[in-house]
């Protein structure tokens, strides 16, 4: 289809949904959707930013909500995609070679295991130390569970710690109802099926409730363009358990626990098996009116075991561990103009495997951690804010990590953000330690000397409330440097067999500048379109293709949701430039030019009373198949509709 059809479609959907609410009310309801309060419209709670709930107009980094209304009518059956038409954000499907599918970064750097990406789901961080990356598959988060996301584009390592380096990712999940009983039931073509029930209860003094959930997934093998399987089944169970109580005035425990159990295909694989379970606590203790201390422990064990298909491959078992445990402080003073927060943290995480470590199975990675954060109010309109972290771990000795924020509030529909940050990405146990030979034609080899990357931030930016704050703007121009990036290299082995091998180096220096623009104007609660609109030029000293090429320089979304008495209208639309890619640790023969994409999303919803819903959802309608990626399956994105019921008991 042409770029012109192309984009008359996004733009009759964009119309559809600004129309709607003209033809949906009266003259009268009509003036009772727009007298909403400022407060409801732009003050939206955010967490993440600075460790501590807080407006948006707060923030000390540039940060983006997706709001539980926003998950439910995007259709999304991935994490990942409910990502995927945020401003400043790279989303590709993906397959890695040891299971892992989705590949998610902020301003550039787009690759297999982004490593400079923080991701927490409720505080906890589920970056895996082993592979330096985020194992999205496999994540013990159902997205029915899902509250909120929050999305921090910048550096945020001060506060979250290394690999915080392009910005930060937390997923929030439901906390326990008063009553609760939910079932759920997907079912798709190409032939997907998910099952999916949620439970839970507050008791009569509201000091003690539980929540519980369920989802069964099976997938069976995409058909791909040529009319063949596209080996890329799973079947997943994921459940959850979260709970509280409070045993004083003042005083919650929260407590976490959850599993994933996944079994899919793997490139030159039979499958892989996965299996990832969690436990977590935490403390929150009221000192005083501005005063609290929180406290967190959580421990987190996996296992992958990739299948082989034939001896002459040699695949195995990986277990990983990870214990974190903190402790934070936060209080006012000066009559409430400074702000501190102050903290400590230790992360300790292990990697087992007999075949991807041979000369030492184990490998184990310490580290620790203190940072303080300030935020001073100068005046009601500048604030200053300023982190100082230093962190200590055995593959990156002492790091340290510094965020300088002014915020200006011209008015109070203006504010200007002025940021400056250094921040640091820890190599992975798996690039320094790796000594693996998965076949007769190459051997891994990992580097002890890898350094972590250094990266510095420059930004500006902007946020404007316009029209009684039913219209956002906002913009940010940013420039990032970093030093001693991390990359993987292929040559001839002198000393064959075998004849290649593959290691890692820090011996590349990268720039990333962009400016990122986004609109969105809300009718009502349940009504708004959004448009936004991102650009990237990566360079480095090296032309390393997956640096300079790795990024789409131009990226366009556009969509909206439209609340129609019992029925709800929801479309996304994106536009990509071309790009270029490679898999990790795989020959150069492997790059791959992926040419402009565009990709629509709708969902139509109908809910004939307040605990019923019918909806029917499409993704990447504009195409029957394309690809994201190059991998050894060549993985194709297929069209998507399935239909689903959604019952409140």
Known sequence: MCFQKIIAVILIIFLILFSVPCIATSEQEFDQLFQLSLDELSNIQVTTASRLPQRLDEAPVTIDVITAEEIKASGAIEIWDLMRFRVGMDVLDARAGDGNRGIVSVRGFAREYVNNLQILVDGRSVFSGYGGGVYWPQLPVQIQDIERIEIVRGPNAALHGSNAGLGVIQIFTKKPAQQEATLETHVGDPRARRNMFAVGHINDNNNAGWRFSYTRRDDEAFVTSSGKPGNDQIESDKANLRGFFNPAAGTSVELFSGGSWDTNTVPRSNEGRFRNVFGMAKLTHALGESSSIEAMTSYAKSRQKLVPITSTLNWGKVDYNQLDAGMMHSFAWMEDSLHTTWGVEYRKYEANSDVVFEAKPTQVNEVWRAFSHQTYRFNDRLSFIGALALENSDTGDTEPAYQLTALWNATKQHLFRFSYAIASTLPSLYGKSVNHQPSSFGRIVGNPDLKPEKLQSYEVSYLGRLMQGKLQVESSIFYVDIDDVSASESFA????????????????????????????????????????????????????????????????????????????LSANGGYKSDYSTIPANRSAALIRKISDQFRLDLRLAYQPNDRLEFALAGQNLLESHHIEFSDFDGLEISRTIYASMRLDL
């Open 493 to 568: 082995n002198p000393d064959a067999p075998p004849p290649f091998l593959v290691t890692f180096n820090n011996d590349n220096h990268a720039t990333a500048v962009g400016l990122e623009g986004k609109l969105s104007y809300r009718f009502s609660r349940g009504t708004s379109v959004y448009a936004n609109y991102t650009y990237q030029v990566l360079s480095d000293e090296l032309d390393d293709i997956m640096v300079i090429d790795s990024t789409p320089r131009h990226k366009f979304n556009l969509g909206g949701i439209a609340k129609l008495s019992r029925y709800t």
